[in-house]
């Protein structure tokens, strides 16, 4: 299988393109999904506090054997820990958790933009980073007001913004913002989190029968030729297999732009919270 590429920041960083999500893994479950999905090959882990399994990812990272500089893991600050010094009693938590002194990315994971704490999440996130206890530092869920915001009243310009995109659900207007900005764009729910019928509309079924594909690997595929990071999440063996097999063929312009008109304007393709409300 071909090597999976590395996408440069602008901190000077890079991450690996495609990882492994653990969004909704059980905690009991997660050390062997982790296990195998380390056994199969992924190197990039991305989980949260929130999820409930950060010791999980970390007991399966300490059995794996591997160098830590072959591994790229990404958690995130849940969004009642913004204010005062909670930022950095939580990368503690979740450091501990994992079984690591320091995480490669580390994002604010909602804008939460009622509490109006997220500068200053950021300014802490930034001081976590200045301390070496995360690599790159980033956010999720953030649309360009938010993003400007940070922009505007701090030094540091996010590695990336983790957000729902998936072909009914394209954002472009936060894309636009990030490719101005080099803010990289991370694609949370690239399935659709098999929420509508997009593994069965023509326009991706059409090119897995001619590429000799599966539906899935034609969406993943849509995500790395406009160049998103991926971590789809499956525990199913063939599933992981499957949607890490996606280097040896490539989508021609045509079944890209076919791909790209599925977009549903005005948030109407969105399966996940609203970042406008959600607290
Ligand atoms: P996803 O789009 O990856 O969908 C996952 C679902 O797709 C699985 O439950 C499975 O049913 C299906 N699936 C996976 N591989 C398949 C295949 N090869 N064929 C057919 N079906 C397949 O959704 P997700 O898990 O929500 O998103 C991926 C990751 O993004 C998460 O695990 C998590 O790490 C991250 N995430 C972040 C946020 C955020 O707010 N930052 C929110 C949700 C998810």
């Known amino acids: ?31 062997r999904a982790v296990t195998q999905a380390l056994e199969l090959g992924y190197r990039h882990i991305d989980t949260a506090a929130v999820y409930g399994n950060e010791a999980g990812v970390g007991r399966a990272i300490a059995a794996s054997g591997l160098a830590r500089e072959e591994l790229f893991v990404t958690t995130k600050l849940w969004n009642d820990r913004h204010d005062g010094d909670d930022p950095d009693t939580a990368v503690a938590q979740s450091l501990e958790r994992l079984g690591l002194d320091r995480v490669d990315l580390y994002l604010v994971h909602w804008p939460t933009p009622a509490a109006d704490n997220y500068v200053h999440a950021w300014e802490k996130l930034i001081g976590i980073r200045d301390r070496g206890l995360a690599t790159s530092i980033g956010v999720s869920n ?120 599925l977009d549903r304007p005005g948030g109407a393709g969105r399966v996940g919270p609203d970042p406008t409300v959600f607290a």
């Open 1 to 31: 299988m071909s090597p999976i590429p590395q996408i440069a920041l602008t901190d000077g960083h890079r991450i690996p393109q495609l990882g492994y999500g653990v969004f909704k893994i059980p905690p009991e479950q997660t050390e």
């Open 142 to 261: 953030f649309l360009p007001g938010h993003l400007q915001r940070l922009l505007d009243e701090t030094a540091v310009v996010p590695a990336v913004d983790q957000i729902e995109l998936h072909p009914a659900h394209q954002q472009p207007e936060v894309t636009a913002f990030c490719a101005a900005h080099g803010i990289r764009i991370e694609a949370w729910g690239p399935l659709g989190q098999g929420k509508y019928d997009l593994l069965e509309l023509p326009e991706v079924t059409g090119p897995a029968a001619e590429l000799g594909r599966t539906p899935a690997q034609v969406v993943l595929r849509w995500h790395l030729q406009h160049g998103h990071i991926v971590f789809p999440k499956s525990v199913h063996p063939e599933r992981l297999r499957e949607n890490l097999d996606l280097f040896g063929f490539e989508l021609s312009d045509a079944q890209v732009a076919a791909i790209d008109v």
